[in-house]
Every structure is written in structure tokens, then in C-alpha cells.
């Protein structure tokens, strides 16, 4: 019995088949079966003139079986491997296609890479299902909230020290800006958000969390209870002088979109950072510069409106005004404050009482009063109480009893003698 050829076909190849020979029986018209498996009628005949030259193979594909002319050569997909074992293992998929085609010039898609990897059996890193939350509509306005938060991480890999990345996202683009320093603190904080200001403008509204260098968790002195004040770090009340809302946000999950760029950075950024061998926070910042911008491009989108608003930026030397530390302190009748156990003099005379000790940006010390600066000087002398000479220390001296032959004691014994006198009987 001779055996019977077998032909390959897809189901929907299968229903055309069965509608063309419908038609090739006379049993439907060829309109009709245009119009079951919509196709054109001119289509139609060209399938029935294939079939009955070929017979049913001829409903097939002609391109079924054979190379694809777009097909990817295999010196090319080894050199890919091979590139993605050696440098690239640890990069998600969408990065590392990127990588290939920014540095090796290798053009392919991340499923493509994906397909090649999951064949050769080569682990690579798969997205996390990520827990569904509840979406908060994003602001309408570039400008309208920022979002702020340090991100402490081995940004170097052990090449160099651990830091943080003080980072910035805007709610409605999306726009990152963001600087590497050595710890998060207060000094870090308005350093960052000077140069944000310089960059973009001064914004509407900030996101924080709940960090003591972002919010005050000190007792109000009586002070602030009888002015119905609450506490500020002083990184609020910079941001308070800047005329900015201050929004705390409960938990991280609150203040997402930040949470989600350092995951993205933490991914891709350190990656990069790797590639060139970058070990030191003034080498990451430099890098930044370029970076961030290709960031942007990439990954930024539309606000709703295109009104930016941020408010013009402020005058550097007002900024260093309001972005430092300020404390107060008494003046004393000699005209001397005392700061951080070092003693200044104020070398002016002045009826103030109390002035302001300013800690700028770029480590100077001020002291004004009422927006004015005072010129002084540091007492580097030690207090005169301290170098003074201690006192001498002189013997203790006993209480002094008198002789017997004293006169107070004369006097005193020959009392007591004549009062134990035995008294004569009458």
C-alpha cells in the first residue's frame, strides 16, 4: 500500500483549503468564499489556480521551509552570546540589547536576545511581578511636584566607597535630576536642590519622606507652642523660605516614582558605571553630566499641559542665603558668641542682642543680624579661665582647743566647782 504525503499547515490554512475546494466544487461562488475567509476575489482565483496546478500544498506559504532573507547570521548571534556571558550577564534584557547596539553596533531585538538566550540555555535576569497598588493620577504641570529622596547603595560595586544618590523626579515627566554625595544629610540636600534650581527653577511642591533631615522630630519649645508652631529641620525651613509646599509622604510606596528610578538606576546606572570603571563619587558626577541627559531622552514623557511651573530661579547669593544652616545666638556683653565650642568675637559694636550663625554651602561661617552680615573673628586664645593659674592648696587647719590654764577656762572651772559644792544642812 503506498503510503500517503503529509502536508504541514496552520489551522487557518486548513479553513482556506476547505473554502477553496467549497469553490472548486461549484458547491459556493467565489465571491462567497472571499467573503468567509476575507480575502479579495482576485486573491481567490490566484489560490485556486496555485491549488489545482499544485494541489494542496499550494495553499502553504512560499516561504514556509526556507531562510528568512532578515535572518540574523550566525557569526553574529555566536559574537552576541558570547558578549552577553562575558559582559552583559547581569543585564536586563532591554539594557543589554541597547549596550549591544551603542557599543558593538549589533542591531537585534530584546525578544530576539531573549529567544537566542532561552536556546542556548544561558540564564538571564526576568522582570519581577511587581505587587498591584492603587494609581495616583500624576500633577498636570512640569514644575507643579517634586518628587526627592536619597538612595543609599554600593553604587561602585566594591570599586569604591558606598555614597548616596540624591535623586529628583518631577511627578508629571518624569525628568530625573540628581547628584552622588557622600552621605544624606542636610548639607547634601540643599546642595541638590540648589543646583535643581539652577537647572529648572524653583518648584511649586516637594514629596518627602519622613527622614529627620527632611522632617523635624523634636519636642516644640514653649515658643513654637504659644505661636502654634511646629518643629522644622532645617532643610524645611529653607524650602519654607523658598516659598515651597512640603508634602510627607507616610511610606515608600507613597512617593513611588522615586522608589521605581532607583531600582531603574540601580540596574542600569551601575552597569554603565562599571563599563567604565568609575570608583569615586567626583568620577560618578562627572559621568552624570552626560548621563542624565540621554536619561531624559529616553524615558521622560508629556505633561498634560505644557505650562512649566516653576518659578524663576533666585539669585546665587540669595540662595546661599536661604540654603545653609542657621542658628541663633546671644551676644554677650563683650560682644562674643559662642558657636560649636569656639568663641567668636564680633568685632563691630552692636545693639543686638541676638544675631544669626550662617553655615553656607561652600563651608563659610556668617554671622548676621537682621539679613546683614557682621564681621568678627575667631578667639583662638584659650578662655583666661582655663589658662589661670590653679589656686594653691593650703593645709587644713584643726579646730584649737585651749590650754587648761586659759582664763576663759579659769573662769569657766571655778563656776562649775562651786556649783558640785555639797550645800550646808541647816
Request: glycine share 4%.
Amino acid at each position: 500500500m503506498a503510503e500517503k504525503d503529509m502536508i504541514t499547515m496552520s489551522r487557518e490554512e486548513a479553513k482556506r483549503l476547505h473554502i477553496i475546494h467549497q469553490a472548486l466544487n461549484k458547491k459556493i461562488s467565489q465571491t462567497e468564499a472571499a467573503s468567509l475567509i476575507d480575502l479579495s476575489d482576485r486573491q481567490i482565483r490566484r489560490m485556486i489556480k496555485r491549488i489545482r496546478k499544485e494541489g494542496d500544498e499550494g495553499i502553504c506559504h512560499r516561504s514556509r521551509g526556507k531562510t528568512s532573507n532578515h535572518r540574523i547570521s550566525k557569526k553574529i548571534k555566536d559574537k552576541t552570546l558570547k558578549l552577553f556571558r562575558e559582559q552583559y550577564k547581569d543585564f536586563n534584557l532591554v539594557h543589554a540589547t541597547e549596550k549591544m547596539f551603542e557599543v558593538h553596533g549589533i542591531a537585534l531585538s530584546d525578544e530576539t536576545l531573549r529567544l537566542w538566550l532561552k536556546e542556548a540555555e544561558i540564564p538571564y535576569k526576568k522582570r519581577k511581578v511587581r505587587k498591584h497598588r492603587q494609581r495616583r493620577e500624576p500633577r498636570a504641570h512640569f514644575g507643579e511636584l517634586v518628587q526627592i529622596d536619597g538612595s543609599h547603595h554600593d553604587w561602585f560595586e566594591g570599586r569604591g566607597p558606598i555614597c548616596v544618590f540624591m535623586g529628583y523626579i518631577d511627578d508629571a515627566t518624569n525628568t530625573v535630576h540628581g547628584r552622588f554625595y557622600d552621605y544624606e544629610g542636610t548639607m547634601p540636600a540643599m546642595d541638590s536642590l540648589k543646583r535643581y534650581i539652577k537647572r529648572y527653577g524653583i518648584p511649586q511642591s516637594v514629596y518627602l519622606d519622613k527622614h529627620s533631615t527632611y522632617k523635624s522630630w523634636a519636642e516644640p519649645t514653649i515658643e513654637e507652642q504659644l505661636n502654634d508652631q511646629k518643629p522644622m529641620s532645617h532643610f524645611e525651613k529653607s524650602l519654607t523660605a523658598l516659598a515651597i509646599e512640603v508634602i510627607h509622604a507616610n511610606s515608600p510606596q507613597a512617593k513611588g516614582r522615586v522608589e521605581r528610578l532607583f531600582k531603574t538606576l540601580q540596574d542600569r546606572l551601575v552597569r554603565e558605571m562599571r563599563l567604565l570603571g568609575i570608583k569615586s563619587v567626583d568620577e560618578a558626577n562627572e559621568f552624570l553630566i552626560t548621563y542624565l541627559p540621554k536619561y531624559n531622552k529616553k524615558f521622560k514623557k508629556e505633561a498634560v499641559y505644557e505650562v512649566d511651573l516653576h518659578r524663576p530661579a533666585l539669585h546665587s547669593r540669595e540662595l546661599d542665603r536661604i540654603l545653609c544652616i542657621k542658628e541663633e545666638r546671644t551676644v554677650k556683653n563683650d560682644f562674643t558668641i559662642a558657636y560649636k565650642n569656639t568663641l567668636y568675637q564680633i568685632e563691630q559694636a552692636t545693639q543686638a542682642k541676638k544675631v544669626m550663625v550662617e553655615e553656607r554651602l561652600d563651608g563659610t561661617l556668617h554671622i548676621t543680624y537682621n539679613g546683614q552680615d557682621l564681621s568678627f573673628r575667631e578667639i583662638t586664645n584659650k578662655l583666661a579661665r582655663d589658662t589661670a593659674e590653679a589656686p594653691l592648696l593650703l593645709k587644713e587647719k584643726k579646730p584649737w582647743t585651749p590650754p587648761v590654764d586659759h582664763p576663759w577656762k579659769k573662769l569657766f572651772l571655778s563656776k562649775r566647782k562651786k556649783r558640785e559644792q555639797p550645800v550646808a544642812a541647816p
